[in-house]
């Protein structure tokens, strides 16, 4: 579906619908990237159509200063701004034929952090499967510390002065048509198709 003119535009995919298979399926990557992120990307850009902001503004800087937004409109940007935001990195942050484990600086940092990668991805998996309802699932940099943290609906760490490094989607919608209710099986079969590299390079820049 094709977003309403304004300043964002929906990113294409950077691979074909079936490419995440098994792990991910079809028809899944299709409804979710061509409807799910389309509409954010539409709604966002009713949202700040009438809005006197500057719209050369990048979504990143919008995130990150909520506050500054008239709050007639903040909770629609807050929400379709942070759909739109998560969705486009999560496409990145996955590939097929996954990378297994993080490598060079960000595996030193895990591992630094959580003691070795086995316990990261552990507890990495317990904040997706515990998050109640919609949400997301994050390794972040915060303060130069990573952490893993929840974010409910599309709240995006961004707003709260984090940088997202890595991100899982848990809404139904990413997996209910071939997990049906088991999360757990979504997660587990994600992990196959994490994109490490380009985690690795968002560590590295920052």
């Known amino acids: 579906a094709a977003a309403p003119s304004g300043p964002f535009t929906l990113p ?19 409804i979710h990237h061509d409807k799910h992120h389309a509409a954010y990307v539409a709604n966002l850009n009713k949202a700040v159509a009438d809005v006197k902001i500057d719209k050369t503004l990048t979504l990143e800087i919008l995130m990150k200063d909520l506050n500054s937004l008239p709050e007639s409109h ?21 590939k097929p034929s996954g990378d297994g484990e993080p490598s060079g600086e960000l595996a030193k940092a895990i591992d630094a952090t959580f003691g070795n990668f086995s316990t990261f991805k552990e507890n990495f998996s317990k ?3 515990g998050q109640f309802g919609s949400g997301w699932a994050w390794l972040v940099l915060d303060a130069k510390q990573l952490k893993i943290v929840p974010t409910a609906n599309q709240d995006t760490p961004l707003s709260t002065g984090q940088t997202p490094l890595l991100g ?10 071939k997990h049906q209710n088991k999360r757990a099986d979504y997660i587990a079969a994600w992990w196959n198709v994490v994109n490490w590299d380009f985690v690795s390079e968002r ?4």
């Open 203 to 206: 560590y590295a820049k920052i």
């Open 168 to 177: 899982l989607d848990v809404w139904e919608h990413a997996y209910y048509l």
């Open 74 to 94: 903040r909770t629609a940007i807050r929400n379709n701004g942070g759909g739109h935001y998560n969705h486009s990195l999560f496409w990145q942050m996955m």
């Open 127 to 129: 904040a997706a499967l």
């Open 12 to 30: 294409p995919l950077p691979y074909a619908y079936e490419a995440l298979e098994p792990f991910i399926d079809a028809r899944t990557m299709e």
